[in-house]
Each structure stands twice: as structure tokens, then as C-alpha cells.
């Protein structure tokens, strides 16, 4: 089977720092995702880990531990416009090229 | 390119009454995938193409939901009959092997 955990809501003031969490149990792991979704939209790609570690991409960092299931997002410099949801995707091995998706985490940023 | 191309964005119909989905791909991409999204269920994987052959369909609902991809450009997802309990945002997405999804802007569906 196959279960991800995210933190349903969060909220943080502008300029801030907010981490998103991310656990995951799944058969098989080739990688995961983070995809942000602001309200009414389709979800659009942020970023991808497949090692452990972290990798960085402007505001966006993303980490992972393999050995643990969990993965975080880490925003930076939070601006009005980061208000969205989160979602942390999954690929398993066992599964092809399908996903998993986590329930979301709907981030408020407030001034 | 234009990304992944849903129609139409958004359907109101009558319980009964038959939707058809459609979906254009993003050009080379040799994935395709359909998911549901609501609020109570976040977004579920209805079915996946590869190459246009249907590779995982386990999250049909039922035997009212089929899918086809007649060509690389392009796929349906049809709902006969459609019922109230179907109302959700239903988006594709495409993708090339080990690279994320690109999804569509998603069709919101009405069952009334």
C-alpha cells in the first residue's frame, strides 16, 4: 500500500520562512516531487529529488531522506503570491511512471 | 508550445446525460495520465497511457468511466452515465519518462 502525510494548512507572514513536510510509505521509490497549486489552477512543477539531500532553486529548496520517508519543502522570502497549495507526489518504482499524490498542504502567507 | 490542451474547462450536464473529456498532449511526450481532483479525495489517478496503450486503469471508478487514446495527440475520458457524485476537476497530464508531470488547466465538471 501506499500513504503520504502532509500537514493540511499552514500559515506564515511575508519575508518568512516556512517548511513543509512531507512522509511517505510506499512499495518501491524513484523519486519525488513537489508541485504548488494555487486556487482554481492546475498544479505546476517545483521540484524533484531522487537522492538524499537537498537541492535548491531560487526561493524553493526541497529535501530528502530515503531511509526516513520524508521529505520537506523550504520557502524563502515568502511573498503574497506563495499563497497555494503544496502537494508532494511520490513515484514507486512498482508502479511505472504513475504518482502518488499527497493530500496538500494549503500554505496562507499574510502581511 | 502550448502545453497540455484540456476541453472544454468547464461542463455542466444532467445526471444521465453522457461527458466526454478531452485532452491534447504535449507534443512528444509519451505519457499521459488522467486524474480526479475534489476536495474530500485531493487528486486521484484515473488512468495512464504509455505510447497510447493503457497501462494501469485501477482507479476507475467504475465500468461508467472509460478512457481511449487513439493517437499520440490525443485522448478522451468519457462518463456514461454521469452522476452528481462525479462533479470534480479532472485534469491530464503528460510527461516524458523520469520527468515530472505538465498538467492541463483541468476541466471542472457539473453533475446536476
Known amino acids: 500500500g501506499q500513504n503520504i502525510d502532509q500537514p493540511t494548512e499552514m500559515t506564515a507572514t511575508e519575508g518568512a520562512i516556512v517548511q513543509i513536510n512531507c512522509t511517505y510509505q510506499t512499495s518501491g521509490f524513484n523519486g519525488l516531487f513537489w508541485y504548488q497549486q494555487h486556487a482554481g489552477e492546475a498544479p505546476t512543477f517545483l521540484s524533484y529529488?531522487?537522492?538524499?539531500g537537498l537541492e535548491e532553486k531560487g526561493r524553493f529548496s526541497s529535501f530528502l531522506s530515503r531511509s526516513k520517508g520524508y521529505s520537506y519543502l523550504l520557502l524563502k522570502e515568502l511573498q503574497m503570491k506563495d499563497s497555494a497549495s503544496y502537494l508532494c507526489a511520490v513515484r514507486g518504482a512498482n508502479y511505472g511512471q504513475n504518482f502518488v499524490f499527497g493530500p496538500g498542504t494549503r500554505l496562507s502567507v499574510l502581511p | 508550445d502550448a502545453g497540455v490542451i484540456q476541453s472544454p474547462r468547464h461542463e455542466v450536464t444532467e445526471m444521465g446525460q453522457e461527458v466526454t473529456l478531452r485532452c491534447k498532449p504535449i507534443s512528444g511526450h509519451d505519457y499521459l495520465f488522467w486524474y480526479r481532483q475534489t476536495m474530500m479525495r485531493g487528486l486521484e489517478l484515473l488512468i495512464y497511457f504509455n505510447n497510447n496503450v493503457p497501462i494501469d486503469d485501477s482507479g476507475m471508478p467504475e465500468d461508467r468511466f472509460s478512457a481511449k487514446m487513439p493517437n499520440a495527440s490525443f485522448s478522451t475520458l468519457k462518463i456514461q452515465p454521469s452522476e452528481p457524485r462525479d462533479s470534480a476537476v479532472y485534469f491530464c497530464?503528460?510527461?516524458?519518462?523520469?520527468?515530472?508531470?505538465?498538467f492541463g488547466s483541468g476541466t471542472r465538471l457539473t453533475v446536476v
Open positions: 529529488n531522487v537522492l538524499d
Open positions: 497530464a503528460s510527461s516524458l519518462l523520469q520527468d515530472g508531470y505538465t
